[in-house]
């Protein structure tokens, strides 16, 4: 007879195909019929926060939902971080944990319900009745509010006689948010009015706009206003025609589109919450540009929006393509549509299409005669395969993969850690999002202090990935950010400053290939691997003794406000 774990496993597995975790007395059962009586892939990661990781950087690669499972007590709070990171960033997924028996917490037992609660994500406790529905509402819960949630098996619970399991209905997800009554209807016509009238429209674009699918319906936007386009770091190559793409706003940015983007009179924001690195700190828009956004969010999410319009990116954007093309808003062309506003052709784009090549080239080496960065950055963009998914852990480094690693689309570029401020999350990424996009190759860029952080999963990544992935480590001995930001302040830089790593070596006692770069001709070995199938190849992980002394531009933008 069915358990009530199997009942999870079972209906869980018509929902997700891949779950990521470490095993352990709390999740036991539910493994052990996952394994047995369905087709989800299981994988296996060494650190309970991996688990949660994988299962994250899966949906941001596009892979759809997936599931991370632990044991209770330790187990589960060893993934509260990543479970922190998936809640900031709106990621959903599904956490499976075993729990304390419902009779009464053992010695070791804590309030996970409460710990849960504590980093913004909401648990569900299946019972012996209602295992397969409780599963289906906390599936219904992590996609209807972009959130993870955690499904929780109490230890007492888990083996008890469910019967048979019930066929449980899909779950309830609300249809795309559309403006609605007379304010929200006369916000669209008054914003299809003021991007007619604007003479240097903008089209800034986030990752919620990815994930609406608005690309399409924002590519006609921008051609039909004569607009430029931008996007946040979570959302670059959203826009379908690349020539009027200033690219990646904040300090990720070329220099030159941020000229051009605060020379905008009207700037229409879809799909992006305008964080401090997308805002430049609050310098991204001139005073006088009217700055309009368009989101799902309640209201707006900053002080520099003087106009909001609550909807979907993709449907308001079709809205707004609509009234346009039916010259409903003043402004009409010969051909009755409204007029180009003509920006595209007036403005001076020279250095501001370019992406990697607008960034500085770099030197061979850096005055302290470490690798310069920048240069690395440059030369390893070169090499690396066109079909792949970058995946970002957080420090100082991230300006050089962001800057000079162009991708095709959102999806193709994981800042897992960022939404939450954290390190250590890169090496679990990688399974992840192998698992999302098998064809492509995976790269990691991680630096040394969270490359340490996350060595339990760097076994994980070589397993998983093999010769579809490969990691770049920034070493520069140091916790990088802290020292560019603190050190310059005069603290004590003893307590930000690493014993340099062999990261070769570590990756190489896993079964990956680890290549010490101490010059730019060692990088050759980069171009040797993609030459080859991915089948032929180990993975690869370069160990990049990079200078410390080169600042990124976003770091320096940190430091400048911070002074």
């Keep these: 007879m069915p358990t009530v774990s199997a009942h999870v496993a079972h209906t869980l597995s018509r929902f997700v195909d891949h779950v990521f975790g470490v095993m352990g007395n709390g999740n036991a059962y539910f493994l052990d019929a996952l394994e047995r009586d369905t087709a989800v892939q299981y994988t296996a990661v060494r650190h309970e926060a991996g688990g949660v990781v994988a299962a994250d950087a899966h949906y941001r690669a596009g892979g759809g939902l997936a599931a991370a499972t632990a044991t209770y007590g330790a187990g589960f709070t060893n993934t509260l971080t990543a479970l922190a990171e998936a809640v900031q960033a709106q990621v959903p997924l599904v956490l499976v944990v075993g729990d ?120 006609e936007l921008a051609e039909i206003t004569g607009a430029l386009t931008a996007s946040t770091a979570l959302g670059r190559g959203l826009f379908p025609d690349a020539r009027f793409d200033l690219g990646v706003t904040g300090g990720f940015g070329a220099e030159r589109a941020m000229e051009l983007i605060r020379e905008s009179d009207v700037a229409v924001v879809f799909g992006a919450s305008l964080n401090q690195f997308t805002m430049r700190f609050g310098a991204l828009f001139a005073p006088g540009t009217r700055v309009v956004q368009v989101d799902v969010a309640p209201t707006a999410t900053h002080a520099n929006v003087g106009g909001y319009i609550r909807g ?148 994980t990544a070589v397993r998983v990935a093999g010769g579809h992935g490969l990691a770049v480590v920034w070493n520069d001995a140091a916790y990088g950010a802290e020292v560019n930001l603190y050190g310059l302040k005069g603290l004590a830089e003893a307590p930000m400053l690493i014993p340099e790593v062999d990261f070769a070596a570590l990756a190489s006692a896993v079964g990956a290939h680890g290549v010490v770069v101490r010059a730019l001709d060692d990088l050759d070995v980069l171009g040797e691997w993609a030459a080859r199938s991915a089948g032929e190849r180990p993975f690869l992980l370069l160990d990049l003794r990079i200078s410390g002394a080169v600042l990124s531009p976003h770091q320096e933008e940190i430091i400048r406000v911070n002074s």
């Design 100 to 219: 304390g028996p419902t009779s009464g917490p053992r010695a070791w037992d804590v309030d996970q319900i409460a710990l849960a609660s504590a980093v913004g994500a909401r648990t569900y406790t299946v019972g012996r009745t209602d295992a397969a529905a409780t599963t289906v509402i906390a599936i219904e819960h992590a996609l209807t509010y972009r959130v993870p949630t955690v499904l929780a098996i109490p230890y007492d619970v888990a083996t008890l006689e469910a019967g048979p399991v019930p066929a449980a209905p899909e779950p309830r997800l609300p249809q795309p948010l559309a403006p609605s009554g007379p304010f929200a209807e006369g916000a669209v016509h008054d914003l299809a009015a003021l991007l007619a009238g604007a003479e240097r429209p903008l089209l800034l674009a986030g990752r919620g706009a990815w994930l609406a699918g608005a690309g399409p319906a924002l590519g």
């Design 312 to 459: 979907d990116a993709a449907v308001v954007a079709g809205q707004l393509v609509e009234l346009l093309r039916a010259g409903r808003t003043g402004g009409t062309s010969s051909t009755g549509g409204t007029a180009s506003s003509g920006w595209r052709e007036t403005a001076d784009l020279a250095g501001a299409l370019d992406g990697a090549q607008a960034r500085h080239p770099g030197d061979a080496l850096a005055s302290d005669g470490r690798l310069d960065p920048r240069s690395a950055a440059r030369r390893i963009a070169e090499l690396l395969p066109q079909n792949r998914v970058v995946v970002c852990d957080g420090g100082h480094f991230m300006g050089w993969p962001n800057a000079y690693w162009p991708v095709a689309a959102p999806d193709r570029m994981l800042m897992v850690g960022t939404a939450f401020q954290s390190i250590g999350l890169g090496f679990a990424s990688v399974p992840g999002a192998v698992r999302a996009k098998p064809d492509a190759t995976v790269v990691l860029a991680t630096g040394d202090g969270g490359g340490l952080m996350a060595l339990a999963d760097l076994e």
